[in-house]
Structure formats: C-alpha cells, structure tokens
C-alpha cells in the first residue's frame, strides 16, 4: 500500500518561511518523481513544484522563493518556502508518480494534503 503522508503546514504571517515534508511509502524512492501541487479555496488545483531524474521545475508564481529536494535515504520530499504571501494560501498536495517530473496532475499516488495559512 503506497502511502503519501504530508506534515508542517501550519499559519504564518507574510514573509514567515515554512518546510514542507513528504514521507512516502513506496518501494525504490529514488525512481519516482515527486511533485508539489496546490488548491486555494475556490480554485483548481494548481503545479507547484516536481523534482526527479535530476530535474527540478518550478511554476513561475514561486520560482525564487520555493525550493523542492529530497532525501533519497528517508525517502521524503521536501518543500522550503520563504517569503510567503497570502495568495500562497491553500491545501498543498504531495505526487509521486513513475513518468518523470512534469507539471500535469497524472501522478500515481497522491498525500492527503496539509493547510498552509498566510496572514497579511
């Protein structure tokens, strides 16, 4: 049973920085390519950020202040935000998927999000 489990979200104040984690639960991490994604109320999801086969791409909203990596060994993604601004309020999404890093949302496993809250 391959398993996303996302953790420190949390509410922030405007220009507070936060990380992110993803714990994955599937066999040979290394092959997979992991992917941030996004959902504010009201809105669709969106692509933050992917990182995998020695790739790393970033949606332009957060290029510059977003920086996905990973740990191979704890199997775990991470996710460090600066800078943050209200408009990056939403849900944030964890994506393993086996196609490589891309910006499209047909990743094979999903995490059950964590809240991330910014205050102007």
């Known amino acids: 049973q391959v398993q996303l489990v996302e953790s420190g979200g949390g509410l922030v104040q405007a220009g507070d920085s936060l990380r992110l984690s993803c714990a994955a639960s599937v066999p040979t991490f290394s092959l997979y390519a992991m992917a941030w994604f996004r959902q504010a109320p009201g809105k669709e999801r969106e692509f933050i950020a992917t990182?995998?086969?020695?790739?790393?791409y970033y949606a332009y909203s957060v290029k510059g202040r977003f920086t996905i990596s990973r740990d191979d060994v704890k199997s775990t993604v991470y996710l460090q935000m600066n800078n943050l601004k209200p408009e990056d309020t939403a849900v944030y999404y964890c994506?393993?998927?086996?196609?490589?890093?891309?910006?499209?949302?047909?990743?094979?496993?999903w995490g059950q999000g964590t809240q991330v809250t910014v205050s102007s």
């Open positions: 990182i995998g086969w020695g790739l790393t």
């Open positions: 994506a393993a998927g086996l196609r490589g890093p891309r910006q499209y949302e047909d990743y094979d496993y």
